[in-house]
């Protein structure tokens, strides 16, 4: 098993009304000798911004604003920004984000040339019902409890004035184009799926979503399948490039009698073809086993949303128990290493 250091935490809230009640899940980015952090923000009643940190090297904290980068501003991130990623693809940084209005949670995206100023692109999934969802993918391969289970919200079809529709979040761009093309991450559970040779984002209509949700089965990349997250998986950090493949750090979780357990996972994908997975760990990179990711806002939790590498090192931001924003480290060659050795062809 691969050798995981827990390297402690590095935020905990504050008493500043943004962030009063947590911090978590935060999209990280390598800039030289210094790691930004674009961190969830909660304040009372649930409301979330995007709180910024900037980090000398992998963990000393140097810099920390006062007051939240990114705020609400529009009716579908009226009630929440949450859990951003972010990657930088050519000279434009791209951050993706859960737009949460109270009622859906939808991913949405931002971008911006000099990591202070965001233009906020809006909601980039699709906006459909279940019900729509339904009619749209082949029920007779692919739909089954599970997807009514997890996205059908018990027949509420209209809430605070609001139609639901599917809940389609953990949007995360790979770090670049592949072969010149746009290609990202999205869940809709209890899966993760892919989204590839995309021009321009103002291709993602109305149109492109329903032919894609009409092959649905074939956008599927990972699904449950080991035993600590055969619950259910979703996104994790922005996909990393190695001369092996993409490492994919995802989250994947599991009922104990405890409840609902997040851990972190690994996976690697092919280079110029990420829909076809070489890879997977049969076991978690890491899970809740510090009090401070046992017991906090949501008990069990480890989720992970950012990464970055120091020389051979593997860094790991993550929300810890919903509350605080820990890290953990690893060799990045023992990794890869390591998921070679459980390459998918090799499973019986």
Not at 9 to 28: M, Q, R, S, W
Not at 115 to 136: A, M, N, R, S, W
Not at 292 to 319: I, M, S
Request: proline share 5%; charged share 25%; aromatic share 12%.
């Amino acid at each position: 098993m691969i050798q995981v250091k827990k390297d402690g935490i590095i935020l905990e809230k504050t008493t500043h009304i943004f962030e009063n009640e947590g911090v978590l899940n935060p999209a990280a980015i390598r800039e030289g000798d210094f790691v930004h952090l674009f961190y969830r923000a909660v304040r009372e009643g649930n409301f979330s911004s995007i709180g910024y940190c900037k980090l000398m090297g992998p963990l000393e904290v140097e810099e920390r604003m006062k007051s939240p980068l990114l705020i609400p501003e529009f009716d579908y991130e009226s009630h929440g920004i949450e859990d951003p990623r972010i990657v930088k693809i050519e000279n434009l940084y791209y951050l993706s984000y859960t737009a949460y209005d109270g009622v859906n949670a939808s991913g949405a995206l931002a971008t911006s040339e000099d990591l202070i100023h965001f233009d906020k692109k809006g909601i980039i999934v699709p906006q459909i019902t279940y019900e729509e969802f339904d009619d749209l993918v082949d029920t007779n391969d692919v739909t089954d409890e599970k997807y009514y289970r997890y996205n059908q919200h018990n027949h509420i079809v209209e809430k605070e004035g609001l139609k639901i529709l599917l809940w389609d979040k953990s949007l995360i761009f790979f770090p670049r184009k592949i072969n010149g093309k746009f290609c990202f991450l999205h869940r809709i559970k209890p899966e993760i799926q892919i989204v590839t040779g995309i021009e321009s984002l103002e291709d993602l209509s109305e149109e492109f979503w329903r032919n894609y949700l009409i092959d649905f089965k074939d956008q599927i990349l990972f699904s449950p399948k080991h035993d600590h997250e055969i619950s259910y998986i979703g996104g994790g950090c922005p996909p990393i490039e190695t001369e092996l493949g993409w490492l994919i750090i995802y989250h994947g979780v599991h009922v104990s009698i405890n409840g609902y357990v997040y851990s972190a996972c690994a996976a690697l994908l092919e280079l110029e073809n990420p829909q076809i997975e070489i890879a997977r760990l049969p076991y978690p990179l890491f899970q809740p086993e510090e009090v401070w990711e046992l017991k906090g806002e949501v008990n069990n939790v480890c989720y992970p949303t950012g990464a970055v590498v120091f020389d051979d090192t593997l860094y790991v931001y993550y929300g810890a128990a919903d509350e605080r924003i820990g890290c953990s480290s690893m060799s990045l060659s023992e990794l890869l290493k390591e998921l070679i050795h459980n390459k998918k062809q090799d499973e019986k």
